[in-house]
T-cell receptor
């Protein structure tokens, strides 16, 4: 079974600064996908970024980028130029086809003005 | 693209009544949809996997007779909470799997309160 660990329950960052959220996972699979989802106070789960395990290049989406270290089973999310709207719960998740999406426990991020 | 809607967003009902929640993929077809439950300040807990045209697969500990799931079309799955009780009060979230991307997209959730 896969497990996903987010070791930072809460983090804060000043507006316009950069913050990195950690995620590690454990799997014996070689083909899989990793995701970061954001859940703001509205509780809508929003896909932030997606990484395919067979791709070495780190995924980026505007101010969001990941550091994917397959051998270390690490998948951290970097948010650049943090904005107040980035305040949310962030969930790291693991998926391989035919199985369930496994979530980490979440990191609550507060962006301070 | 990849928008999922969920209705209603909020429902309050009396104990013993049944409540139906709808989940729709608006701009893609989804052979597989999922139903989650989320308790305050916790992660999402998978309740069941809904496959179009076949029976849902329930996770261990989830009562299939209490949480009825129907996935009658490629864009609609429904969750019916039967004979609801106060302990069923929770936030329920659905998702739809975009097959070509192996990615789940989530609905906005339904807050159920059972009095």
């Amino acid at each position: 079974a896969q497990t996903v660990t987010q070791s930072q329950p809460e983090m804060s960052v000043q507006e316009a600064e950069t913050v990195t959220l950690s995620c590690t996972y454990d799997t014996s699979e070689s083909n899989y996908y990793l995701f970061w989802y954001k859940q703001p106070p509205s509780r809508q789960m929003i896909l932030v970024i997606r990484q395919e395990a067979y791709k070495q290049q780190n995924a980026t989406e505007n101010r969001f980028s990941v550091n994917f270290q397959k051998a270390a089973k690490s998948f951290s999310l970097k948010i650049s130029d943090s904005q107040l709207g980035d305040t949310a719960m962030y969930f790291c998740a693991f998926y391989n086809a035919g199985n369930m999406l496994t979530f980490g426990g979440g990191t609550r991020l507060m962006v301070k003005p | 693209g990849a928008v999922v809607s969920q209705h209603p967003s909020r429902v309050i009902c009396k104990s013993g009544t049944s409540v139906k929640i709808e989940c729709r993929s608006l701009d893609f077809q989804a052979t597989t949809m999922f139903w989650y439950r989320q308790f305050p300040k916790q992660s999402l807990m998978l309740m069941a996997t809904s496959n179009e045209g076949s029976k849902a697969t329930y996770e261990q500990g989830v009562e299939k007779d209490k949480f009825l799931i129907n996935h009658a079309s490629l864009t609609l799955s429904t969750l019916t909470v039967t004979s609801a009780h106060p302990e069923d009060s929770s936030f329920y979230i659905c998702s739809a799997l975009l097959d070509r991307a192996d990615t789940q997209y989530f609905g906005p959730g339904t807050r159920l309160t059972v009095l």
